[in-house]
Antibody, heavy 120, light 107 residues
Framework: VQLLESGPGLVKPSQTLSLTCNVS??????????WSWIRQPAGKGLEWIGR???????SYNPSLKSRVTITLDTSKNHFSLRVRSVTAADTAAYYC?????????????WGRGTLVSVSS | DIQMTQSPSILSASVGDRVTITCRAS??????LAWYQQKPGKALELLIY???TLESGVPSRISGSGSGTEFTLTISSLQPDDFATYYC?????????FGQGTKLELK
């Protein structure tokens, strides 16, 4: 399984941040996988954003839930993250990750991350 | 929400040393605890899950233990490739959360 994040590196305050995680090695049509987003502000720790699985069922971190949407696109074999009304506090490296539902693991395959800056 | 606290934040050690990193959960999480290694420019690597299960391909000098609220990651004999930042993460319930990280640096 390989994951590759993509999206704009710069977003203006109050706009929507949109990222895509392109997946190879497994089909997003499979109900056996969780697909997650995590972020990391520069020099700081990791924050779990949320995950999607099985026909679009989602779970989100309450700290971001009101602004975040994670979706699956099985036709393109990728999943996406949208964060609305961004501020400088959303500046971070964003990672996508996955795991097989039956593995008992939290997240065992990660992308290398993509840097997003929020600035006017 | 469950808070994860790692210690120390920075650990200075030499090749061949035995080192231990501690992770404490603010409430019991059974053994739903994972450890990751992060190196600059590389994808995070899962090292340990279920508190003590070694991920495939991870060297056996790395081990994990603990349950409930206190957990440890031990590297029995440090190798040059081990100098990195380590994070614990609980996955007992939502929201998942991570410790603040331990940077393992060369003394």
């Amino acid at each position: 399984v390989q994951l590759l994040e993509s999206g704009p590196g710069l977003v203006k305050p109050s706009q929507t941040l949109s990222l895509t995680c392109n997946v190879s090695g497994v089909s997003l049509s499979s109900d056996d996988y969780y697909w997650s987003w995590i972020r990391q502000p520069a020099g700081k720790g990791l924050e779990w954003i949320g995950r999607v699985y099985a026909r679009g069922t989602t779970s989100y971190n309450p700290s971001l839930k009101s602004r975040v949407t994670i979706t699956l696109d099985t036709s393109k074999n990728h999943f996406s993250l949208r964060v609305r009304s961004v501020t400088a506090a959303d500046t971070a490296a964003y990672y996508c990750a996955t795991t097989n539902f039956y593995s008992g693991k939290p997240m065992d395959h990660w992308g290398r991350g993509t840097l997003v800056s929020v600035s006017s | 929400d469950i808070q994860m606290t790692q210690s120390p934040s920075i650990l200075s050690a030499s090749v061949g040393d035995r080192v231990t990193i501690t992770c404490r959960a603010s409430q019991g999480i059974s053994t739903f605890l994972a450890w990751y290694q992060q190196k600059p420019g590389k994808a995070l690597e899962l090292l340990i899950y279920k508190a003590s299960t070694l991920e495939s391909g991870v060297p056996s000098r790395i081990s994990g233990s603990g349950s409930g609220t206190e957990f440890t990651l031990t590297i029995s004999s440090l190798q040059p490739d081990d100098f990195a930042t380590y994070y614990c993460q609980h996955y007992n319930n939502f929201p998942y959360s991570f410790g603040q990280g331990t940077k393992l640096e060369l003394k």
